[in-house]
């Protein structure tokens, strides 16, 4: 059998060469991913090298069962927002609003999510789900991660420090490092605003360029370290994470904790990955022309792809993997099939081989918090100078959808902006869907508005109350 019967290649309107140009494309758009998954997860205590293996092995996984089975022109990777909720709140320390599980725990929680969305993508129970969510509650959600992804690449970058008396403040700009972020998000910026292919990933290589070269020639204060202790005899440590959620310290003890709190973690990955999943498919169908009748065809086996790709990345040692919106690179220059996201599994596999260059893009640099701007501190400031402008970037990316939100509607504007606010001042993306819910289920009932709020936020109001009240 041929590829073009296989992929339907001209049924669909495309050629050979489109689709691996497209799969190649969407390549290029999203792997950034393969150098910022490790850097995020690393402030939960993972392993750089095995998450970076995790990442390109899983992501390669989904990649490939969405194209041979689902075939459709959709890549998958960590999903960006998962893996700050998974380090920033799931692993974050109770002290600090966080739920204080260990990575192991985490991945745990994270499988019992992606094994549950897989019996929803089984029942067909994806639409029943979507549609009990009200779209102000969805586009708040997202806009919200957006924002706190983008927050915490200021911090990164060292343009936002933290200020014992105003919460945060704007940091030393003539420090090394914060310039070099401000150079990359130039940069990135620049490539973005000139429609560049892989504008992202490009920006990130002359970033890092420009930090070595300035350190060998000026001697900056930043140390900047080329490979740190990469060898072929090392790599990839992927032993440091496989299985690790199967073990005593994973499922064995994810239970020992408050089981309101473990319930409520599992949920949140749960909602997030139907949100971005669904919501995700649906856009690039419509994109490229592929709905029928207003559904995507082989829809269940898309998002089979996706709870493979979850359970595998969980097992492996990395968080949620989800459809990419990046996918529409891709599609933007004529990829319609399968073949072009098997072109991209292709493609992340072997960038197995590319560890080094997490040790480049990733590499993070403590900084005395006074030279950055900030009140003295014994704890230095850990920054990520090439990393961080990518983070602002993507908050960029997630913003755009509050368009859609009823703003002169005040019962569906307060929950949105309730979502969207307590999510970046409590640092928590789960207190920030909790109080959307709640704000949304009491305007509406106090509103004359009951019927307009489905039942599913009621309940959901009404756990998350209970929680707050017994659980915390």
């Not at 596999?349 to 005395?368: D, H, K, N, Q």
């Not at 109001?461 to 707050?468: D, E, K, M, P, Q």
Request: net charge neutral; aromatic share 12%.
């Amino acid at each position: 059998m041929s590829l073009d019967s296989f992929f339907q290649i001209k049924q669909n309107g495309s050629t050979l060469t489109r689709e691996i140009v497209g799969g190649a494309t969407t390549f290029v758009a999203l792997s950034y991913i393969i150098f910022v998954q490790p850097a995020v997860l690393y402030g939960c205590g993972m392993d750089k090298s095995a998450v970076m293996f995790a990442t390109c092995l899983c992501s390669a996984l989904a990649c490939l069962i969405m194209g041979l089975w689902a075939n459709l022109p959709i890549a998958l990777a960590p999903a960006m927002g998962h893996n700050f909720f998974f380090t920033f709140t799931v692993c974050g320390p109770i002290a600090a609003g966080g739920f204080g599980l260990t990575w192991q725990e985490a991945l745990a929680a994270n499988l019992i999510a992606g094994f549950l969305f897989l019996l929803i993508s089984l029942a067909g129970l994806r639409n029943i789900i979507m549609n009990a969510i009200p779209e102000g509650l969805k586009f708040a959600i997202a806009a919200g991660i957006g924002l706190l992804i983008a927050c915490i690449g200021l911090r990164w970058a060292g343009i936002i420090v933290d200020h014992p008396a105003a919460y945060v403040t704007l940091g030393n700009l003539k420090n090394p490092v914060t310039l070099l972020s401000l150079y990359g998000l130039l940069i990135i910026g620049i490539f973005l605003a000139l429609k560049f292919r892989g504008a992202i990933l490009i920006g990130m290589i002359f970033t890092a360029v420009v930090g070595y070269i300035v350190t060998k020639v000026w001697g900056s204060a930043w140390e900047y370290v080329l490979v740190s202790g990469a060898s072929a005899a090392e790599f990839p440590q992927i032993s440091e994470t496989a299985g690790k959620v199967f073990t005593s310290a994973g499922l064995g003890s994810l239970f020992s904790h408050r089981f309101q709190a473990v319930i409520l973690v599992i949920f949140t990955f749960l909602l997030l990955d139907v949100f971005d999943t669904i919501g995700t498919l649906v856009g690039l169908g419509q994109r490229a022309g592929l709905m029928k009748d207003g559904q995507l065809p082989r829809a269940k086996q898309a998002l089979m792809a996706d709870a493979f790709g979850t359970l595998s990345g969980t097992i492996m040692g990395t968080s949620t993997i989800t459809s990419y919106v990046e996918s529409s690179a891709g599609i933007s220059v004529g990829a319609r099939t399968g073949l072009a996201a098997v072109v991209t599994g292709l493609l992340m596999l072997i960038s197995v081989f590319a560890y080094p260059f997490v040790e480049v893009f990733g590499t993070e640099v403590s900084i005395p918090p006074e030279q950055l701007g900030a009140a003295p501190a014994d704890v230095p400031v850990q920054c990520f100078p090439v990393v961080a402008p990518v983070l602002i970037i993507i908050g960029c990316y997630m913003l755009p959808v509050v368009r859609h939100i009823e703003w002169d509607d005040f019962s569906e504007a307060i929950p949105a902006f309730l979502t969207i606010v307590v999510m970046q001042f409590s640092l928590s993306i789960t207190d920030g869907i909790a109080w959307g819910f709640i704000a949304y289920a009491l305007l509406k009932l106090f509103s004359a508005k009951p019927h307009k709020c489905p039942l599913v936020v009621y309940l959901c109001a009404a756990l998350f109350i209970l929680y707050y009240i017994f659980g915390r």
